[in-house]
Each structure stands twice: as C-alpha cells, then as structure tokens.
C-alpha cells in the first residue's frame, strides 16, 4: 500500500509518479485533519477512485503542489495572553485548536460546538463566553475550561484532554480514556500536535515540573503548575 502526504516535497513526489505501475488504479481520502492519502490498494470504503489524468499512468498519483508554509500561528497574542493567565502551555493551547477547529474561528461541529476550540453553548455560558465565534473569548473560554480539566486530571494530560473531547463525567466513568473511537482518535492526535506522549512514551523537547504535596507525595508533570511558565 502507498500512503503520501500532502505536503510531500517535489523530488519525492517526481519519484513516486515515475515507478507507478501501468495500468494501477489510484484512491484518494481526505482525513479529517486535512492530509491526504493515496493508495492503489484501498482498505477502507471512504477511498474514491481517481480520474484518469494526461501524462500519468491510468491516473496515477499526480498531486498539486503544496502551499508555501507562512510559518505564522493565527492568533498567537490571544493564545499568549490566555496561556500566561492560566498557565498552560501555549503549544499545548495550539494543539487543541488544531485538532478542534483547524484555526476556523467560525467553525460549528454536527453536535453544535462552536469556534476555535469548540465550546458547546452551555459549557461557554458557564466560562463567560457570549459570542463563542469571537477568537479572543473563545480562546480564554477554553483554555480556562482545559485549565480546569487539567487540575481534575493533575497525574495524566491524556485523561484531561479526554475529558476535553468527552466530558469529565464519561473519563471518571471508566477510569482511563473513554473507548469511544472519536475520542481516542482525538487523545492521539493532540498529543502528536503538542509533541507530548501517549501512554508512555515522552519526548526529550518536553520539560517535566516537580511537585511536592504537604503529605510528602511527590508528582510529575509536564503541565506547569499555576505560577510557573
């Protein structure tokens, strides 16, 4: 199976269109976080079928070029300012909207989310938030809502972003993440934005904070403490 990315330099892609077998048929899917697979063996039924184009082989894996990166993250001062006041890591705050909203401030999920990180209407009247499409309090509306889920979930990220996706209630439910594949899918991918860990794993780029408890019971985290950056 050929699975590429989007974002597949132009040697790369040059490469792949000049061993494609003659006569093999192409399927395109779209994943939801916007990159896109190709393949001449299908395995899921969301893969269409590609139209034959001049110059390749029935079709063959022909892509568009990628836009030039800017470089620039949208709305980093209303990012900052909501990671100073609640002290979770701006690329953490980042990696949320990623997965959310893909930076839309307009965006409205099918179960009524609304915005850049995706308040339901009565979690964002409870935060304060009037206009949920409005970037600024959308942004202190969920980092302030994250902030809370975090402090409920002080020993796992992956749990408070569970309960981010999933709700507080369905996390304490079952002990651990949720077995929904919507939000196991969700736990993964923000911690791949954030470059964090799942289950296990860290990564070198992450700095870990040290807390001492009055009972003596120390704790490890790579969400700071509020008050520390």
């Known amino acids: 199976m050929l699975i590429v990315r989007s974002a597949l330099s132009a040697c790369i892609l040059a490469i792949v269109v000049g061993v494609s077998p003659a006569g093999a048929e192409t399927y395109k899917l779209a994943a939801p976080d916007g990159t896109l697979h190709f393949t001449n063996a299908p395995t899921d039924p969301r893969y269409r079928r590609m139209a034959a184009s001049s110059g390749t082989a029935a079709g063959w894996l022909r892509l568009p ?7 620039a993250v949208p709305y980093v001062k209303e990012i900052q300012d909501a990671s100073r006041r609640y002290g979770v890591p701006v690329r953490l705050v980042s990696a949320v909207i ?48 994250l902030r809370g889920l975090i402090d409920r979930f002080p020993h796992s990220l992956p ?13 304490a439910q079952y002990g651990g993440i949720p077995p929904y594949p ?22 070198p780029s992450t700095r870990v904070y040290q807390t001492v408890a009055s009972d003596g019971t120390i704790t490890y985290t790579n969400i700071p403490p509020r008050g520390r950056r």
């Open 159 to 171: 749990l408070a972003i569970a309960a981010y996706n999933a709700g507080e209630r369905a996390v």
């Open 65 to 71: 070029r990628a836009p030039k990166a800017s470089g």
């Open 182 to 203: 919507e939000t196991q899918d969700y736990v993964t991918k923000v911690m791949r934005f954030y470059g964090g860990f799942v289950e296990g794993g860290t990564t």
């Open 98 to 145: 990623r997965a959310e909203s893909g930076f839309n401030p307009r965006a409205v999920s099918r179960k009524g989310a609304r915005g850049l990180m995706q308040l339901m209407p009565t979690t964002a009247s409870m935060l304060g938030v009037r206009n949920a499409f409005d970037p600024r309090q959308n942004i202190e509306g969920g980092v302030r809502h």
